[in-house]
């Protein structure tokens, strides 16, 4: 069997251009989204074009007991080579004293809990059938803490601490672990912090040539091609027009 690439938040942006990179690489897929329409649509359109084999599984990641269905997957397909832990999101771009909850909840429960509920099943499966990859999307957020991202950027700091402590943990399974950490990518990523506001999501790359969507799976991809006895820990990836997250060259 080919090898396997386990893809979270597989719909859109980065987790779909992961996932036609792997299919391009003759992996099988695992794809894990929301929208079970969308998952449909890419499932069939990658099995066409590169004749791999892929599952999909409609989980939100933040359901402890959805994600516990990976479990029912036959057993070949639990030898799984590589978990890309992509889904995640920010909700709102609020000062913390005014900040909504519900917001708070749904990225905490989707940028930590949901990466440790995936992580947790994925990572026994690496155990107990050879040496796998685990890649955890962070963000520059998870490095430099900017104006009103308090609690995106408090979960992203937990990403990147999760990295470090899962390549300590599963040192002696010789399971590689890498975060990557992109600056600002034009993805629906801005659309949803905004709540579906187009207009206010694109003035976010007003002025500059973001990230793409490909550029971060093309940086994930060079860390899982590495050799067996190199690991990338860490990568930080930005636009040429991006010093950190509050110094942008905006030419407009």
Same mark, same amino acid.
């Given at each position: 069997m080919s090898k396997i690439a386990l893809i979270t938040g597989a719909t859109a942006g980065i987790g779909e251009a992961c996932a036609r990179l792997f299919a391009q690489q003759n992996y099988n897929l695992i794809l894990l989204a929301r929208r079970a329409d969308r998952?449909? *649509?890419?499932?069939?359109?990658? *099995? *066409?074009?590169?004749?791999?084999?892929?599952? @999909? &599984?409609?989980?939100d990641v933040r359901d402890k007991?959805?994600?516990?269905?990976?479990?029912?997957? /036959?057993?070949?397909?639990?030898?799984?080579?590589?978990?890309?832990?992509?889904?995640?999101?920010?909700?709102? &771009?609020? /000062?913390?004293n005014s900040g909504d909850t519900e917001d708070w909840d749904v990225m905490i429960d989707t940028n930590i809990k949901g990466l440790l509920y995936v992580t947790k099943i994925v990572s026994n499966w690496m155990i107990q059938n050879g040496p796998g990859h685990i890649i955890n999307l962070g963000s520059i957020a998870g490095k430099e803490t900017y104006l009103n991202g308090n609690v995106y950027c408090a979960t992203k700091y937990a990403v990147d601490s999760l990295n470090k402590a899962m390549r300590i943990d599963l040192l002696p399974h010789k399971i590689k672990v890498t975060?990557?950490? /992109?600056?600002?990518?034009? @993805?629906?990523?801005?659309?949803?912090?905004?709540?579906g506001d187009t207009e206010r999501a694109k003035k976010v790359y007003d002025g500059f040539e973001p990230l793409h969507a490909q550029d971060i799976a093309d940086a994930i991809w060079f860390a899982v091609s590495r050799p067996p006895h190199v690991n990338i820990n860490d990568m930080i990836v930005m636009p040429t027009a991006q010093a950190n997250t509050s110094h942008l060259l905006r030419e407009v």
């Open positions: 998952l449909e *649509s890419l499932s069939k359109n990658l *099995s *066409s074009e590169f004749g791999i084999e892929v599952k @999909t &599984l409609v989980i007991e959805a994600v516990k269905e990976l479990e029912i997957l /036959p057993d070949d397909w639990k030898k799984v080579n590589v978990l890309v832990n992509n889904a995640g999101l920010s909700r709102g &771009l609020d /000062p913390i975060g990557i950490h /992109p600056g600002a990518v034009e @993805t629906e990523f801005s659309e949803v912090r905004f709540k």
